[in-house]
C-alpha cells in the first residue's frame, strides 16, 4: 500500500485500480497512466473567477437533468475499445468545473466517462497540463465543450468538439457574454470573473 506520494515511482504507468489504492494527503490526476501532482491551493483570483462562474451554471442547471460538480470530483476517462474495469482506466482527472448531461455516467466514485462540458481555469504551474495534455485527451474522449480560463492574462478560450476535433469557437475577455454552446440561450456573464 502506499501511503507517502514519494513511494510512487513517477516513470511507472499507473491504472485507476491503482490509483484507488493510494492513502496520502497529495491530490493527483493519472494522464494516461502517468501521475500529474495537481498545484497546491490555489490562488484566492483562481477561487474567485471559479466561485462567479460556477455559480452562474449552478442556478441555471436547477430544473435541468444535467449536473454540475466542482474539483475535487473524479472523472475517469474510458477507452471505448477496451472492456471497461479499474485496471483498463488509465486517465482520472479532477477538470475544476463538470457538466454532465448523461446522468448513466454518474456513480457514487464521481464520473465514468467524459463529461459535456469541462471548464479549467489556469494557475502558475497548470498551464503545460491544461492547455496541452488535458486538450488532447478531452478532445480524444469526446467532450463536446472546453473551456480554458486565464485569471492572470483574463481571457476565456471556448473550444467545441466538431467531427471529432477541438475547434476554438472564440477568445472572450472581461465583460463578455460568453455564449454556451451545448445550452440553447445561456450566456456566462464575465463582468464581475476578473473584477
Known sequence: MITD???LDLNKQYTYADYLTWKFDERVELIRGWVNKMSPAPLRI???VFGIIYNQIFNYLVNSPCKVY???FDVRLINKRKPVNNQSILSVVQPDIS????????DKRGCLGSPDWIIEILS???SRTEMKEKYALYEENGVREYWIISPTH???QVFHLIENKFILSDTYYHGDKIPVGIFDGFHIDSEKMFA
Open 5 to 7: 506520494f514519494n513511494q
Open 46 to 48: 483562481h477561487q474567485e
Open 70 to 72: 466542482a474539483a475535487p
Open 99 to 106: 457538466v454532465i448531461c448523461d446522468l448513466g455516467k454518474l
Open 124 to 126: 502558475p504551474g497548470n
Open 154 to 156: 483574463q481571457f476565456i
